[in-house]
């Protein structure tokens, strides 16, 4: 499962990339430049405590942003429990719809809605200690940076190009002109390359025109072509999932079944699963039944000087965690299902019995072929 897991709020499992550390390090390091004028006889440290309380505090902001789209996709009657925060945009904007233009609108609406309060909000306290007087410039000046980075995440996410929310705006408001969401989702696609285009001559302009301004340029220039390159994936997208249109679970499933009983550790079966001889993802089996799964997600979480003294009932996600399928059900839902969980593959059972396993490896194997029965390329 991406990102590592620090808190439980509303309900959810939030989990942050390691970019994180980066990302604090940075507003650490500006805050507390920043400071030193305000505090120029006051010890160090207390300037570098600040810009850490000053990135954790915007750290929090975003956390909430994404659980503003994450309670209102709920309201919606998503089941996601996890959260990975990333600092903007969501690699997952493209492949989450909701069942509705309208909760789609809201559900982008709802994460830069909660940045732009939170923005104005420590604005308004900042200009508050400022009235104070003098000895509280330092704390505001830090309030104005936090405030200032919501205000930007906020325009900065409703630019209308995935993977920002902005895109999902212009999906809802195509799918519900057209009544189709593979046309709005196409719609926003194009839009995207075309706004990716915009910044990428803005950023070449700033170039041009100002030499001082060659960074700011470039990096317009680079954000420019990663929209580009995301608007891209959403044609990528298109294909696949008009490929995987009426195709059943049954028809994607690995059928030869390799089994680990909880209490097997993990040496004798974990290279197996990374080097690709075995499935990547393992049903566990105790008395017949199938009571987790175990992949190669679980056993990268585990220093290979462990594998022997650990077993795999220790590491397996077991039920309620562990979603299920059927042969029959549709293909689309299951890979949702293991979207939404992060896993490698999920059992696939007749009533209680194993059928087989769903992984991302088998579902990758049967779009090429019935691409290339098309005489389409992935």
Known sequence: MNGIPIARVLGFE????????FIVAIITVTVAGR??????????????????????????????????HAVAARRDGAETTTLVVHFIGSPAAIDVIATSPRAEAVI?????LASALLGVGSIGIALGLLVLGPGAEAIADAFLIVGALDMLLAGVSLVPAFPLDGARIVRAAAWARTGDKRTGTRIAGVVGKYVGRVIIVTGLVLV?????????????????????????????WLVLDELIQGMSVGEAMEGEL????????????????????????????????VVGIVGATQVRAVARRN????RTAEVMVAPPEMPTAQPDDRLTDALEALRRTHLDGLPVLDGSTLRGVLTRRSIAALLHARAESRGEAL
């Open 108 to 112: 982008a609406l709802a994460g830069p």
């Open 258 to 289: 390799a089994t680990v009983s909880p209490q097997l550790t993990l040496d004798t079966f974990a290279s197996g699963i990374l080097d690709g001889s075995v499935n990547p993802s393992l049903p566990v089996l105790d008395a017949d039944e």
């Open 307 to 310: 594998w022997a003294s650990t």
């Open 208 to 236: 041009i025109v100002n030499q001082a301004l060659t960074l700011d340029g470039v990096m317009i220039g680079l954000a420019g072509w990663f929209l580009i390159a995301s608007a891209r994936s959403v044609d990528r």
């Open 14 to 21: 939030i989990r942050l990339p390691i970019s994180w550390i």
């Open 35 to 68: 400071l030193t004028p305000f505090l120029p006889t006051a010890d160090p440290l207390v300037s570098w405590l600040v810009g850490l309380a000053a990135s954790l505090a915007f750290l929090a902001t975003v956390v909430a942003h994404e659980l503003g």
